[in-house]
């Protein structure tokens, strides 16, 4: 499976972790919106869309199961992030 199309809008607000949204099609049949672009301690990753479950806890509900999918996702969307003015 290959990321086929990169949206991303940045959103930075000052002393915010979060940096901007990214949408994503894959294999051109699969668009994943409600990605949030997080400045974490030691990199910039990509946190999958979720919701708040009745314990208070957030769940993905769209996430890839394979690391290298994963990868290739963050690694699309932080490199279209850089890019973006």
Do not use: W
């Not at 400045?39 to 314990?55: Q, V, Y």
Request: hydrophobic residues 35%; positive net charge; charged residues 35%.
């Amino acid at each position: 499976m290959e990321v086929t199309q990169v949206f991303v809008q940045k959103e930075e607000k000052e002393n915010s972790r979060m940096k901007g949204y990214a949408e994503i099609v894959l294999d051109n049949c699969l668009k994943v919106n409600g990605i949030r672009i997080i400045e974490g301690n030691t990199r910039m990753f990509a946190a999958m869309p979720s919701r708040k479950i009745s314990d208070g806890k957030y769940k993905d509900y769209v996430y890839p199961i394979d690391k290298s999918l994963r990868e290739k996702i963050e690694n699309a969307i932080i490199e279209e992030y850089n890019k973006t003015n």
